[in-house]
Each structure stands twice: as C-alpha cells, then as structure tokens.
C-alpha cells in the first residue's frame, strides 16, 4: 500500500511543484486519503491481533499477537511519513530527502541497541516509538518549506483519528462478549466497518465522500 501510495502520488505532485499553494493543498488531501484508510486498517489489526494470530495460525502462535499489536502500530504514521519524503522529491529536493534519511539512521540503531538485548517484543515496541520519532523527522521540512509540519498534518485528520478510536472501543467491547475467536474476527471486523463509516458521516469528512464515489466508479 505505502508503494502504491508513493508511485501514484509522486506524478501527481511534480506536475503542481511550481504552484506551492496548490502542491499544498493536493498534499493535504493525499495524507486525510491515506489516513482515512491506512489509521483503521493498522488500528483494527492491533485490536484483533489476538484473534488473527489464533484464527490463521493457532493457539501456539498465541504469543506472537503481542509482535503484531506493536507492528500494527508502527505502521499507522508510515504513509503520512512517506508522502513528507516524496513531496520533498516531488519539488527536487533529493538533496534534503537524503539529509532526513541520513537523520533517522542512529535514532534506528540507538533503539536495536537497546531494545535487541532486552527481547523480541522490545524490539518490536522500539520500532513503534523510533516510528513515531521519525514521523516528526521526516515533516520538519514540511514544516520549513511550507509552514505545513507535524501537528498541522495531524490536525488534518483528526476526524479519522477520532473515528478511529471509536471503532477501536467499539471493537473491544465486542470481544468482551464473544468466545469463539472466529466468531470474534468476523463481527469484530464488520463492526468495525461499520462504526468507522457511520462516524466519518456524523463528523462530515469529505474526503470520505471523495473516497466512495471514487471507489464505487471503478467498480462500475
């Protein structure tokens, strides 16, 4: 997905690198694009790491739930990150996309030599912080360039953020009431869904809007 987000977004980007207000703009609903699917994605799989770990491969991969709770996690900034490097390409900026790269290298390190000793799961728990560090990192030019950093970015999804956290509450209490992990999985993930789509109409996001009918055309 991260992949497919950067190669369809980098065109789209350098046709506007002359045109600042416009690439901003375009920038912003790229990110509320990506967030509206990519924060309940990684979330609900945190949630439901439990049940998808003993569903797909059985009680003794239990323990391995607790590896892709944070995983999940350290995922959720990722597209948001990468749109920050790719816009720095986008406007020919390769020079500063290399410098914020370089930046990241011992905050990465720092945090295997730490965690690497400790266990498995401190690893895993130090890729999620080093994740959200590198967040920061990578919009500080944004943040130069544009006036557009870190919190502004995260201000322009708070209605996903806050859909988000509903469906996950949601989804927990659901799982207090069932049993059986399938059973679980399957309403879990349907509730989800739900509850995620219902808030994101309650809020009005209008990328959400953006997003159906554009999904609904290609199906078509």
Sequence with gaps: LN????????????????????????????????ALVVFPAMVGLAVLSDE?????LGEKWHQASDLLFWLAFSYVLMPISSLNLNLLNAIGRSDLFLKIDLCKIPIIAFTMVITFPISLKAV???????????????TIMAKR??????????????KSIIATIVMAMMVLVVRTFIDNSLITLLVGIVTGIIVYAVMLVLLKEEEYKFFLVNLLNRIK
């Design 145 to 158: 360039l544009f006036g557009f950093g870190a919190m502004r970015q995260l201000r322009c999804v708070w």
């Design 52 to 56: 998808i770990i003993l569903v797909l």
């Design 124 to 138: 895993v728990i130090g890729r999620a912080v080093s994740a959200i560090i590198c967040f920061y990192i990578n």
């Design 3 to 34: 992949s497919v987000l950067i190669n369809t977004t980098f065109p789209l980007m350098s046709t506007l690198q002359s045109k600042g207000d416009e690439l901003i703009s375009a920038f912003k609903r790229l990110i509320k694009l990506s």
